[in-house]
C-alpha cells in the first residue's frame, strides 16, 4: 500500500504563497498518477491538480481557479509530488489532500474516485 503523507500546510494572508509537498515511501513514484484535491468545511472534495506518471510524458492538469496560481511538479528522485500556491485568497482556505493511483486514463484525472491511496490532508487557512 503507498500511503502519501503531506506537509507545507499553514496559515497565510491574502497574497501568500504556500509549497505543500507530498511524500510516499515504498514504492517509486514514477510509476504512479498523483494529485491534489482539497476540500472546505460544509462542501465536497474538488479536484485541484494532477500530474501523470512516467510514460505520459509527466502531463499535469490543473483546476481553472488554480490555473495561473498553482503549479504541481513532482521529484522522482525523492518520490515527492509538491503544489506551489501563489496568489493565495480566503476561497483556498480547505484541508488539501494527497492521493496516488495506478493506469488512470486522462478523461478520469479529475475524479477522486480513480485514486487509491490517500494522504491526512494538510490544512490551510488564508485570512484577509
Known amino acids: 500500500q503507498v500511503q502519501p503523507v503531506e506537509s507545507g500546510g499553514g496559515s497565510v494572508q491574502v497574497g501568500d504563497s504556500l509549497t505543500l509537498s507530498c511524500v510516499i515511501s515504498g514504492r517509486t513514484l514514477k510509476n504512479y498518477d498523483m494529485a491534489w484535491f482539497r476540500q472546505a468545511p460544509g462542501k465536497d472534495r474538488e479536484f485541484v491538480a494532477a500530474?501523470?506518471?512516467?510514460?505520459?510524458?509527466?502531463?499535469?492538469v490543473h483546476a481553472d481557479f488554480g490555473k495561473g496560481r498553482f503549479t504541481i511538479s513532482r521529484d522522482n528522485a525523492k518520490n515527492t509530488v509538491y503544489l506551489q500556491m501563489n496568489s493565495l485568497n480566503p476561497e483556498d482556505t480547505a484541508l488539501y489532500y494527497c492521493?496516488?493511483?495506478?493506469?488512470?486514463?486522462?478523461?478520469?484525472?479529475?475524479?477522486?474516485?480513480?485514486?487509491?491511496?490517500w494522504g491526512q490532508g494538510t490544512q490551510v487557512t488564508v485570512s484577509s
Open positions: 492521493a496516488s493511483g495506478t493506469g488512470i486514463i486522462l478523461s478520469s484525472i479529475r475524479r477522486a474516485e480513480a485514486y487509491k491511496d
Open positions: 500530474i501523470r506518471r512516467l510514460g505520459t510524458g509527466s502531463h499535469t
